[in-house]
């Protein structure tokens, strides 16, 4: 089955850490960039970031709220993509989805179940 | 950053209505656009990419217009698994942007 699955969400103090994973299955992963997208509780889809293949030098980009704070990586062995946030605030509080980049086209054609992770003391 | 401005925010139609959702970006973005159906608890699902493109699988009753500022979402006779939060989002530069969503409910 084609499918992406977030885990590594929870409860987390306000400055500390966390890694989020995505775990891929039923397609050739290493083929597609991959983004990951966010939602607060209540509110709209905000971007957070992409890291494209290997051809592109597993290059990435951020949005201003999380550069510097967060890295975004992928290992194509294990057919899994990464992000790691580093002093988290209570703003970063949403789900986060990781989703597909259609290659060539540009849109998100596959999507998680999102992980909540709430920043809280 | 390019601003991507929807309007409604919400809208209340009845099954059968044709709705449209207006998404208008701060600059020329060509027809680099794509919309996104999300419903309360699930992921979002992709409807159409380039702006006009209906992604495999989408009922035809959904179409986009549009190109440079200016897009639209049409959905041509609304059924009940239609009412949803809908979203616009950019990919013509960095930072990707989504527009702030609009909600079609029910009358």
């Known amino acids: 089955e084609v499918q992406l699955v977030e885990s590594g969400g929870g409860l987390v103090q306000p400055g500390r850490s966390l890694r989020l994973s995505c775990a891929a299955s039923?397609?050739?992963?290493?083929?597609?960039?991959m983004d990951w997208v966010r939602q607060a509780p209540g509110k709209g889809l905000e971007w957070v970031g992409r890291?494209?293949?290997?051809?592109?030098?597993?290059?990435?980009e951020y949005a201003a709220s999380v550069k510097g704070r967060f890295t975004i990586s992928r290992d194509d062995s294990k057919t899994s993509l990464y992000l790691q946030m580093n002093s988290l605030k209570t703003e970063d509080t949403a789900v986060y989805y990781c989703?597909?980049?259609?290659?060539?086209?540009?849109?998100?054609?596959?999507w998680g179940r999102g992980t909540l992770v709430t920043v809280s003391s | 950053d390019i601003q991507m401005t929807q309007s409604p925010s919400s809208v209340s139609a009845s099954v059968g209505d044709r709705v449209t959702i207006s998404c208008r970006a701060s600059?020329?973005?060509?027809?680099?656009l794509d919309w996104y159906q999300q419903k309360s608890g699930k992921a979002p699902k992709p409807l159409i990419y380039?702006?006009?493109s209906l992604h495999s699988g989408v009922p035809s009753k959904f179409s986009g217009s549009g190109s440079g500022t200016d897009f639209t979402l049409t959905i041509s006779s609304l059924q009940p698994e239609d009412f949803a939060i809908y979203y616009c989002?950019?990919?013509?530069?960095?930072?990707?942007?989504f527009g702030g969503g609009t909600e079609v409910e029910i009358k």
């Open positions: 989703s597909r980049v259609v290659s060539g086209l540009w849109y998100f054609d596959l």
């Open positions: 039923g397609f050739t992963f290493s083929d597609h960039y």
């Open positions: 890291i494209r293949k290997k051809t592109n030098s597993y290059s990435t």
């Open positions: 600059q020329d973005i060509s027809n680099s």
């Open positions: 380039a702006a006009t």
């Open positions: 989002r950019q990919y013509k530069s960095y930072p990707v942007t």
